[in-house]
């Protein structure tokens, strides 16, 4: 079955980096969508950033923009997120999903919300804070 497994997340500095990875298993990454989101403490989840590998499409979140950067590593069955200029309203636990098949057309519509989504990771932890 289908699993995804995120990775990565830690305690750092503001200004500082982490990057994230969300290895997947039981499908190719070939074709498919996936996202990273991410939820505070008594906030709703927010979406961050999508790669849709059979389109070669990415959006990214306007919060994230120009300081985060997705990418698929095809040999580790990886989405990898680099995050860079982290600042402390950053601090969340990190998700990543897999879209929706039947969404992948549409994912410049759809992307954003997570119900959307089929599958999901445990989350890791990101704390930006000095």
């Known amino acids: 079955q289908v699993q995804l497994a995120e990775s990565g997340g830690g305690l750092v500095l503001p200004g500082g980096s982490l990057r994230l990875s969300c290895e997947v298993s039981?499908?190719?990454?070939?074709?498919?969508?996936i996202g990273w989101f991410r939820q505070a403490p008594g906030q709703e989840r927010e979406a961050i950033s999508l790669?849709?590998?059979?389109?070669?499409?990415?959006y990214y979140a306007d919060s994230v923009k120009g300081r985060f950067t997705i990418s698929t590593d095809n040999a580790r069955s990886s989405v990898d997120l680099q995050m860079n200029s982290l600042k402390p309203e950053d601090t969340a636990k990190y998700y990543c999903?897999?879209?929706?098949?039947?969404?992948?057309?549409?994912?410049?519509?759809?992307?954003?919300?997570?119900?959307?989504?089929?599958?999901w990771g445990q989350g890791t932890q990101v704390t930006v804070s000095s």
């Open positions: 999903g897999m879209l929706s098949k039947n969404l992948r057309i549409w994912a410049n519509q759809y992307w954003s919300k997570a119900d959307s989504y089929d599958y």
């Open positions: 039981g499908v190719t990454l070939d074709g498919n969508a």
């Open positions: 790669i849709n590998n059979g389109h070669g499409t990415i």
